[in-house]
């Protein structure tokens, strides 16, 4: 049993905030009652949450792992996207994309992303060398989340794959890593980058991988280059050919959406469709900002995402969530911190299907995060649930906790050090 004490205030869901303990029992919560029996057999820990916010575990729906090992590029910032796709490309070639360097660059994504509060991402990886170890790759990133603690969603992307190529090796990456994901902490989707990069005959094929073992589909839509390509190359939009590909349904979610209508906001509503919005690449790149709010008051449910780190340089999910509160009003109406916070929890667990995620109500997932509001960056601070986005960015929680386990305890990861994950890291990059 893990019972968190003491916390100033306790965010359960979109609607409950209590005081008082928060009670986990096998991975579960139970209650908010320190008086619940400790079942027989099991050991009993408790985590200081004096001065602090509890939260859930945040969810980061929208990340590229891979990107990790190169942020920051030269040619990278201030360019159209058309232009930084192929400067991402080149160094991905020139690095050589292999399970020891995916491997190397999750462990430092997801440790970064444990760091700042996440306790669930969504690695949506587009890169596949011909010839490359496919299942090798996907092996090496789920087996640094679970060192790590963290739950991974595993999204066998494409970006120009053949549409053959990319079903076939989604069919055993699927085969080898389903048995592992009993246990919750790792969960396998599928999606193309988007219909800039791949055609109908992908769509499909990694439709009928999805259909075959009951996996979420995921693409990005409606982003810049999107756009501009569908135009360009189909005289459409980009959901007009999601549409007729069959891809505008509920176990689908669509990344970005920067460029969206009423009408067609109208239309994603009505097909069920989960979206995800990833303000700390599109804002900073100028590749738009989308029009969450009128996404949320049409019935679509919106996630947050950092994206990969070509395009946004950190992982930090809550930093991103401030961003997306701040630019909000530049199209349509301002989202309170609230909201925001609701997105990057229950809103990202809905469009990965994960209705234990991102609340704490009894019988919830044990995920969650216990933010220090003592010092004085939040003095002053009327609503310290609020603060959390408007005081101290950069924030970084005190405890973290994913399925009952801490994975993060006064601010370091618990069994592994920072310091020396990134140490390896240097090293594996250092020998390419």
Known sequence: MLTITGATRVLVDRTTETTGDVVAVDGRITDNRSDTPTPPGTGSETLDA????????????????LQTAFRTLPGTRGVPMGEWLGVMAAAYRAAGVDPELTGAAASVG???ALLSGVTTLADHHLTWPTGCDD??????TAASARELGARLVFVRGSAGDDPQVAGESATRIAEALLPQT??????????PAGVHSDRRETFDALAEVAARFGLRRRTQANEQVDVEIAAARYGRRPLDLLE?????????T?????????????RLADRGVTATHAPGCDVPMGWGVAPVAALLDSGVPVGLGTSGGGSNDAGHLLADARLAMQVSALVGRPLSAREVLMSATEGSAA???????GHLRPGAAADLCVWDVSGVADAGVADPVAGLLWANPGRRPRHVVVAGRVVVRDYELVGLDERELARGFSLTMNRR
Do not use: F, M, Y
């Not at 469009?351 to 995620?357: A, H, K, S, V």
């Open 254 to 266: 669509l990344a970005h959406l920067c460029d969206v209508t009423p009408a067609e906001i109208s």
């Open 110 to 112: 997801v440790a970064e």
């Open 50 to 65: 004096e001065g602090a916010v509890v939260t859930p575990g945040l969810v980061n729906a929208h990340h590229h792992l």
């Open 351 to 357: 469009g990965l299907g994960r209705p234990e995620l």
């Open 135 to 140: 299942v090798g790759l996907a092996k090496a």
């Open 182 to 191: 009993h246990d919750g902490l790792l969960q396998l989707a599928v999606g």
């Open 244 to 252: 007729e590909w069959g891809w505008l349904a509920d176990d689908v």
